[in-house]
């Protein structure tokens, strides 16, 4: 409704439940939200479309040659959760994506479909623009989402992205290798009992460059054609998702959450007759009216209740859109619309469409997974708790010696004694106390029996093999020693590095001189190999600089030369915090008032009928206290839309603050700590390569985007790292051609 801008203001989705109590399943039963958008144009048929706040008046003249008697209907009236009458991006997202990151950090599953005629916007909704101003729903949620997550560190999240599209009744994965080859996947039934497409990649997604240079890969290989009504028609339904995994870091609860933010992007109904399509855009066009044919069957099924079986499996759309249309999911369609005269006919259909989604029903509930990481530390800690059970039921039994916990030293070394007494003959028997000591005797013995069989193999060796080889081995020990001249030092004294081999009297010094050489005495000689010298190419002068950590280096700098702007720092950041504290409580008196104002407007409709003296001063004190709640409610949503606008300048105070500050620290490190260049070039390995020009202008370019908005650098990253952000590039050509063939 209109008032999610509102509740969601700061920016801080409301806490999810947390994991430990998981397994209470929230559940829930409600219709599809249906919002209507309109293209803006200067050519609106306002003479047959008038919009009043969430209602549509639509007049269809009759046909001129149909005939005297002609009862057709001419006048319509449709109403929906809301109408976004030339609307901007972020007032379209407040109102679908805000809500499903919400839903989705708490664990359900979330949708936001966008229906219509071709050329109505319905990428645009989803998708966007190339520029960050114009992201649609899809960008907004996915950075939305990402800064959600950090602010709950108590929590572990695991997040993947799949990216598929629908093009000739086909499946196929937009986010395959270059050079792999294009497949047409199958969809499967679930074990969960949702559906599953085979050979669909999940790609790890750790921040929101990532997830976006994910959907900009996928945008780009995305099936589009050139027709009389759109540049750029889409000529495929895609399905872009989010799969999250969180877990609690602090709860010992073995369950986890799971849940899928479905963004869908329909291909638009077609008019042959308008769109002059002919050859492969023809057959494209009737597979995306022949599927869009199947999912208002589906949709009708399910809002009819007379109606047992519903006809999921009449295509692969429809099939993929069973959890998102009456399955387990919090589902928001936007309708787009093209509120031109010469497109009424298809505006009709896309407002009979919407009116018929909203009579679906979702039963969605938290989806509960099993840890097994903390489900190990369950059993870990229950065989825990279990042992001391068994050790105190023991010891009311007079089992006093009987031990759980794993053998000690000590203990196998008692054990040990007495299985070598047992074997000496010197004890007739061994007590046996648990199972446990029978494991461990066993092992015991096992290794006496393997102890005493190399035992044998040695001595029969001895005898028969090694005599004469001992005897030759001392004769010559022997000459070896009467062939030192002079008496001298024998073979085997070290003579400055090196080492004799062989063997003979080993001079009586040895022993001091090898104790005396410690491995210091290495380190320090310049011809060490770690030093360099002869070993590492250099002259032993040089001596490397033992730079400082920078983490520690970073808190002795705040806390001296940028004592003031670390200062200033905590100071905006104190800020930030009273300021979504006041947003926080001034957004849940919104709330409240919102509830009282859709009361007393209820409460005012059913007075309507009645037309009593006393039902009039009812219905005057109702609507005198509805104006009143209402004025209140707008000076509440005046005090926020303030307070918003001060956190987001407080927040690029904060960045631009922090950057300032790195920067200085930067410059004061490289000064304070200038390491010595070591030879051979070393030096231009540790300043750094030089950048060239492209590298120079991309730096450049992230440094003006930190300081004039600090949120647009992660979707310049995304689009710089799959090259989206260029210009005049043909988009899905290549994979149109490779899925011909």
């Known amino acids: 409704n209109a008032t999610v801008s509102v509740l969601n203001w700061q920016g801080t989705a409301p806490q999810p439940p947390p994991v430990a109590a998981a397994h209470v399943r929230a559940m829930g039963k409600g219709p599809v939200k249906v919002l209507l958008r309109t293209r803006p144009t200067d050519r609106f048929a306002s003479d047959s479309l008038n919009i009043t706040g969430d209602a549509v008046g639509f007049y269809f003249p009759k046909k001129k040659d149909a005939g005297v008697l002609n009862n057709t209907q001419e006048h319509f009236n449709f109403k929906y959760d809301e109408i976004l009458h030339n609307s901007s991006q972020e007032d379209v997202y407040f109102s679908t994506g805000r809500p499903c990151v919400t839903s989705v950090l708490q664990g359900y599953n979330g949708t936001v479909l966008a229906y219509g005629q071709t050329g109505a916007g319905k990428t645009y909704t989803i998708t966007g623009g190339d520029d960050f101003k114009s992201r649609g729903i899809a960008p907004r949620s996915i950075a939305d989402f990402f800064t959600e997550i950090s602010h709950l560190p108590e929590k572990a999240f695991d997040v993947s992205v799949s990216y598929m599209e629908i093009y000739n009744e086909r499946i196929y994965d937009l986010l395959v290798d270059e050079g792999e080859a294009v497949q047409d996947l199958a ?438 206290e509805l104006k009143r709640k209402r004025v209140e409610f707008r000076a509440l949503k005046e005090d926020l839309s303030r307070i918003r606008i001060e956190v987001d300048s407080s927040e690029k105070l904060i960045n631009q603050t922090r950057v300032a500050l790195v920067q200085e620290f930067e410059a004061w490190y490289s000064k304070t700590y200038s390491p010595m260049p070591a030879a051979g070039g070393a030096a231009e390995a540790q300043d750094g390569e030089k950048l060239d020009e492209g590298e120079c202008f991309d730096r450049l370019e992230e440094e003006r985007l930190l300081k004039e908005d600090p949120d647009s650098l992660e979707f310049y990253r995304a689009q710089k790292m799959t090259g989206s952000h260029k210009k005049g590039t043909k988009r899905g050509a290549g994979w149109v051609a490779a899925r011909v063939r």
């Open 187 to 624: 969809v499967h039934d679930a074990p969960n009992g949702g559906v599953h497409v085979k050979g669909l990649k999940l790609l790890a997604a750790a921040s929101e460059a990532e997830a976006l240079a994910h959907l900009f890969k996928g945008n780009v290989r995305r099936a589009v054609a050139e027709h009389a009504l759109n540049v750029n028609s889409s000529r495929s339904h895609t399905i872009f998702t989010l799969h999250v995994t969180q877990r609690s870091r602090v709860e010992s609860d073995s369950h986890a959450l799971s849940s899928k933010f479905n963004f869908v992007d329909l291909a638009g109904s077609e008019r042959v007759s308008k769109t002059g399509s002919e050859g492969a855009i023809l057959r494209e066009a009737m597979h995306i009216n022949k599927s869009l044919s199947f999912l208002e069957q589906v949709v009708v099924a399910l809002g009819s209740s007379s109606r047992s079986h519903v006809p999921y499996r009449q295509c692969k759309l429809t099939n993929i859109l069973r959890d998102s249309i009456g399955g387990n999911c919090k589902t928001i369609m936007v309708a787009n619309i093209w509120g031109e005269g010469e497109h009424l006919d298809e505006t009709f259909s896309t407002l009979k469409f919407a009116t018929r989604m909203m009579k679906v029903q979702n039963e969605y509930s938290v989806n509960v997974a099993m840890d097994p990481d903390t489900m190990v530390k369950n059993l870990q800690k229950q065989i825990i708790e279990l042992k001391a059970e068994l050790q105190m039921q023991n010891q009311l039994h007079g089992k006093t010696q009987i031990k759980y916990d794993t053998f000690s030293d000590d203990d196998r070394y008692e054990l040990e004694k007495k299985v070598t007494q047992y074997l000496g003959g010197e004890i007739d028997d061994i007590e046996i106390r648990s199972l446990r000591d029978v494991k461990e005797y066993f092992k015991i013995f096992k290794a006496c029996v393997d102890r005493s069989g190399a035992e044998a193999e040695d001595r029969l060796r001895e005898k028969y093999e090694l005599t004469e080889h001992q005897k030759g081995g001392a004769d010559g020990g022997a000459a070896g020693a009467g062939g030192a001249p002079g008496g001298g030092a024998g073979v085997g004294e070290v003579e400055g590095r090196g080492f004799g081999v062989g063997t003979g009297a080993a001079a009586k010094n040895i022993r001091q001189q090898a104790k005396s050489q410690s491995p210091k005495s290495y380190a320090d000689d310049p011809m060490s190999p770690g030093e360099g010298g002869a070993a590492g190419g250099d002259d032993g002068d040089a001596r490397r600089v033992q730079l400082p950590d920078r983490n520690q280096a970073y808190e002795d700098f705040k806390s001296n030369e940028g004592a003031e702007q670390s200062k200033e720092l905590r100071q905006h950041t104190v800020k930030i915090r009273d300021l979504k504290q006041d947003g926080a409580a001034k957004a849940a008196k919104a709330t409240s008032l919102k509830t009282e104002i859709d009361n007393l407007k209820a409460h005012a409709d059913k007075l309507a009928a009645d037309t009593t003296d006393f039902s009039d001063r009812e219905k005057f004190e109702v609507m005198d």
